[in-house]
């Protein structure tokens, strides 16, 4: 495993929806493994002038860089908290109903 | 119930159109996030992890058919097919998109509703007993106050940017069912003044949080017509020296527990003497109006006893302890209110299902002279049943899920929304309270064990009462994992108290371990079965729980 601890990702929500985004390489995805990987200081500058034009644009707001680890099989936060994020709620109602998929 | 006149109708609708405008101006960027966010939170829109979250507005949890079942419309059409129920008798809606809320806050003012003063540092949705207007036991409704206080203090411009929220729940009986005091301001409508008229027993500065504490009595009698002076009193009182320097401290119930109660009760006696007699004197006939809307319906005059109930009773021994737990003594003689369980086993505490709210909108119509309340323990009452009637209910309620008989048990677990969804949460709260209905789910244990409330926060902000919990469940992050601390021998009632923390923190895999090592330990250590497991443990005091748990 290399230097994971190192490895972030930019997250934020949706403005129009609140939807759970990550910053890619074209733009707001909701998929985690599309996430722009940022492993420097200059990465984390970059990710973060990004994070403002987007709340700038009114795409996203709450901007913040979170710990993740890359593996060969998909990115995943470090935190619980992103973990949930990232995949839903883990038990409840909203895990059963259909989900109306946001555009 | 009350019914909005042309005034109310005028304003809602007013509000949402203020809400649709602010929000396209939002979506156009002609207002930023820092400008908007204030604005949406005063119409109970927040910001969680996955999505908004829009906060409804239940005045004093009294809900007829027609707005229930436009709540059910509304998780169909915006949401994800339900809703979740709080502690703070309102509902919540997880994934709305801001681009439909306002959308939805039109559907709702149209059953009379809304999300005002759902948020920021107001003074909140006003909570009651949710038998109120039924229990036999109560002096008076305590509705008509709950609405007369709403009416005061919706956006009372002194009142719109108090130093921290402000929350006043009301009874109108001496048994506490709406945890008065352990909110800012708590009221017991009681008889007490000359010629047995009645007034307010006034307890002020309890809350729960990152401060736990109980509320102290600052009057044993305000009569009725002076109340919204003293009101204003104590909020004046707020007003001025509450401190505005530190979020932390801001509530009142740190003014009063930093200046003491009699300090406090003395500088609000002096603005009373000031207000009394003055434009907030309410005129007996302001207030019967009020009152009408309030009228009790028209019961039939039933024998106390019920043939039907009892037959039905003997023949299904299930249906005689869902009866045994989930109704409460009424008023009026052959009628009893119904408890609906939202705890099922292994549910999420509070969750209803779209379906489910239109059955029980039905069951108000047919059974309840179309009344629903929401009660602080996340549970719907049908206050107005019929006894002959309730076999014919309770087989409605079993196809549709909804006929656990838990209430009051170890089961009927409060729990707040905690790291599933919450953004400020430490911990998971519903997966805890699901293993622990799982775990108690057997009818006989559960029924041995008795009278037991069980309260999870996720957080120290503590939205699932858990400091009032007989047993009471918080989430902490230690190094980043989700740990539980427990307490002890708190109570949420007249009898209100804080619980003790009993020790070390569990893990997610021990804590529910834990849990039923205090209930065991209770079983083998109470005098009777008729000592429950609250008086018990004050009885008996940690020593023997924290001994089983963690070895002497
Ligand atoms: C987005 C979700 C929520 C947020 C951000 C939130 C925030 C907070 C905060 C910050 C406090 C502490 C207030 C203080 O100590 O001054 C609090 C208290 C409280 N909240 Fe929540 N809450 C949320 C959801 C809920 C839910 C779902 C319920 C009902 C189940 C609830 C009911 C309460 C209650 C009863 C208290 C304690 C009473 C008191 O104010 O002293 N909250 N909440
Ligand atoms: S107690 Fe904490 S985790 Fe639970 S809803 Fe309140 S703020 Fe969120």
Not at chain 2, 324 to 345: D, E, F, M, Q
Not at chain 2, 358 to 370: G, K, P, T, W
Not at chain 2, 404 to 413: K, P, W
Request: charged share 25%.
């Amino acid at each position: 495993m290399a230097n994971t601890s190192k490895t972030r990702v930019l997250t934020a929500n949706r403005l129009g929806d609140g939807r759970v985004v990550y910053l890619g390489d074209n733009g707001w995805t909701s998929d985690l493994d599309l996430a722009r990987l940022v492993l420097t200081e200059a990465d984390a500058e970059t990710a973060e002038a990004a994070g403002l034009i987007g709340v700038a644009e009114r795409e996203i707001v709450e901007p913040y860089l979170i710990d993740v680890e890359a593996e060969s099989d998909g990115v995943q936060p470090l935190r619980l908290r992103e973990r949930i994020r990232a995949e839903g709620p883990t038990t409840g109602n909203s895990r059963v109903a259909p989900q109306p998929e946001a555009a | 119930m009350y019914r909005y006149d042309e005034f109310d109708h005028a304003f809602v609708r007013d509000r949402t159109e203020q809400f649709r405008d602010q929000v396209n101006r939002r979506i156009a960027g002609d207002l930023t996030e820092d400008q908007f966010k204030p604005l949406r939170l005063m119409n109970g829109v927040y910001l969680q992890l996955h999505a908004y979250m829009l906060r409804i507005a239940i005045p004093y949890g009294t809900l007829s058919g027609r707005q229930m079942r436009k709540l059910a419309h509304i998780s169909r059409t915006y949401d994800k097919d339900y809703g979740h129920f709080t502690t703070r008798q309102n509902l919540q809606f997880n994934w709305p998109k801001l681009e439909e809320i306002p959308a939805i806050l039109e559907e709702l003012a149209e059953v009379e509703m809304h999300a005002i003063q759902t948020s920021g540092n107001c003074i909140r949705n006003v909570t009651t007993d949710h038998f109120a207007g039924a229990a036999a036991d109560e002096a008076d409704d305590p509705r008509p106050w709950a609405e007369i206080i709403r009416q005061w203090s919706s956006l009372h411009p002194e009142f719109s940017f108090l130093p921290r929220k402000f929350k006043v729940a009301v009874t109108g009986a001496a048994r506490d069912r709406a945890a008065i005091r352990v909110h800012d301001i708590g009221l017991e409508l009681r008889r007490g003044g000359p010629e047995n008229s009645l007034g307010f027993r006034v307890f002020l500065g309890g809350g729960q949080g990152r401060t736990p504490l109980v509320a102290k009595e600052v009057r044993d009698f305000v009569p009725e017509h002076e109340l919204l002076a003293y009101l204003e009193a104590i909020l004046r009182v707020y007003n001025r020296y509450g401190r505005r320097d530190n979020k932390f401290k801001a509530r009142v119930k740190i003014l009063v527990h930093e200046r003491g109660i009699d300090e406090i009760r003395d500088a609000v006696e002096a603005e009373f003497a000031d207000l009394r007699g003055g434009v907030l004197d309410i005129p007996a006939e302001a207030r019967e109006k009020i009152s009408a809307y309030f009228a009790p319906p028209d019961f039939e005059t039933l024998p106390a006893k019920s043939d039907t109930l009892e037959a039905a009773w003997k023949a299904d021994p299930v249906f005689g302890r869902w009866v045994a737990r989930n109704t409460h003594p009424h008023k009026a003689p052959g009628y009893v209110s119904v408890t609906i369980s939202l705890k099922p086993t292994g549910g999420v505490p509070g969750d209803a299902k779209s379906a489910q709210m239109d059955i029980v909108a039905d069951l108000a119509e047919r059974y309840s002279f179309d009344e629903i309340r929401v009660s602080h323990e996340q549970n719907l009452i049908l206050p107005h049943v019929k006894k002959d009637d309730l076999p014919a209910l309770y087989a409605v309620l079993v196809e549709a899920g909804l006929a656990t008989g838990n209430a009051g048990f170890i089961s009927d677990i409060i729990a707040c929304p905690g790291l599933d969804y919450c953004a400020l949460a430490n911990a998971r709260s519903i997966p805890i309270a699901q293993r622990l209905s799982e775990r108690f789910a057997d009818a006989d244990r559960q029924a041995d064990i008795g009278d037991l409330n069980l309260k999870i926060s996720g957080c120290i902000n503590a939205c699932g009462h858990h400091h009032v919990g007989h047993i009471g469940i918080l989430g902490v992050d230690r190094k980043g994992e989700e740990f539980y601390q427990i307490t002890l021998g708190g109570a949420p009632g007249e009898d209100a108290a804080i619980g003790e923390i009993v020790g070390k923190g569990f893990a997610t895999d021990e804590v529910v371990d834990a849990v039923e090592t205090i209930v065991d330990t209770y079983l083998q250590h109470r005098s009777s079965r008729d000592e429950p497991f609250i008086d018990a443990y004050r009885r008996l005091g940690k020593a023997p729980f924290q001994e089983a748990l963690y070895g002497s």
